[in-house]
């Protein structure tokens, strides 16, 4: 029974890392759809030019580096190994992929 309770924890454990890496990761790229009004303010751009470069612009430039991202992030999870991973690849794979995620934000 000791092995089970220790399973769950480390599965409740992982979930909720899980949890908190998906909150962060995702959690910037909600802050600015309700202040492009400010923003465009701050930066004095007329309302085409506020909708043209903040709600078009940008959204395309997150596409372009996440597209093929997640593509090669995708490619690498399928190998059984990869090549400066040799014990649990996946697991550093993650590590890495949501280390270089967040590196704007701890800036």
């Given at each position: 029974?000791?092995?089970?309770?220790?399973?769950?924890?480390?599965?409740?454990?992982?979930?909720g890392m899980y949890a908190s890496?998906?909150?962060?990761?995702?959690?910037?790229?909600?802050?600015?759809?309700?202040?492009?009004?400010?923003?465009?303010?701050?930066?004095?751009?007329?309302?085409?030019?506020?909708?043209?470069?903040?709600?078009?612009?940008?959204?395309?430039?997150?596409?372009?580096?996440?597209?093929?991202?997640?593509?090669?992030v995708g490619r690498l999870a399928?190998?059984?190994?990869?090549i400066c991973f040799k014990r649990?690849?996946?697991?550093?794979?993650?590590?890495?992929?949501?280390?270089?995620?967040?590196?704007?934000?701890?800036?």
């Amino acid at each position: 029974t000791t092995t089970t309770t220790n399973n769950n924890n480390n599965r409740y454990w992982m979930i909720g890392m899980y949890a908190s890496c998906t909150i962060f990761l995702f959690a910037d790229q909600n802050l600015m759809a309700p202040n492009l009004t400010a923003i465009a303010r701050d930066f004095g751009m007329t309302d085409i030019e506020r909708d043209r470069k903040l709600g078009g612009e940008i959204a395309l430039a997150f596409w372009m580096l996440g597209a093929p991202a997640s593509i090669v992030v995708g490619r690498l999870a399928d190998r059984d190994t990869i090549i400066c991973f040799k014990r649990n690849p996946r697991s550093k794979l993650l590590a890495c992929t949501i280390l270089i995620g967040e590196s704007a934000c701890f800036m």
